[in-house]
């Protein structure tokens, strides 16, 4: 079975960092990209970074700069290092997988991070 699994979460203060940890397990087939997605409430599920197999990265606006997107060697860890951040950025972190067979996009099950002073 695959397995994706998120780690990191907390509550932290404006300003403080977190790094997440997403760990994969699992024959998948295909992957072309690895990153972060998040979810506020009340809000559509963003990406907020992303990592492809030859190792671009992208980035939204909204964290250009604060967030960087990592994996080890062997492509099994993938990281998002959270600098500066801001209560915006308070949300549920899902790690994501996407392939070119189904089911594409495989979801680790999220980790909370709260903003707040």
């Known amino acids: 079975q695959v397995q994706v699994v998120e780690s990191g979460g907390g509550l932290v203060q404006p300003g403080e960092s977190l790094r997440l940890s997403c760990a994969v397990s699992g024959n998948i087939f295909s992957i072309f990209a690895r990153g972060w997605y998040r979810q506020a409430p009340g809000k559509q599920r963003e990406l907020v970074a992303s990592?492809?197999?030859?190792?671009?990265?992208v980035y939204p606006d909204s964290v250009k700069g604060r967030f960087t997107v990592s994996r080890t060697s062997d492509e099994n860890t993938v990281y998002l290092q959270m600098n500066s951040l801001k209560p915006e950025d308070t949300a549920v972190y899902y790690c994501?997988?996407?392939?070119?067979?189904?089911?594409?996009?495989?979801w680790g099950q999220g980790t909370q991070v709260t903003v707040s002073s």
């Open positions: 994501n997988v996407k392939a070119t067979s189904r089911p594409y996009d495989y």
């Open positions: 990592i492809t197999k030859g190792g671009s990265t």
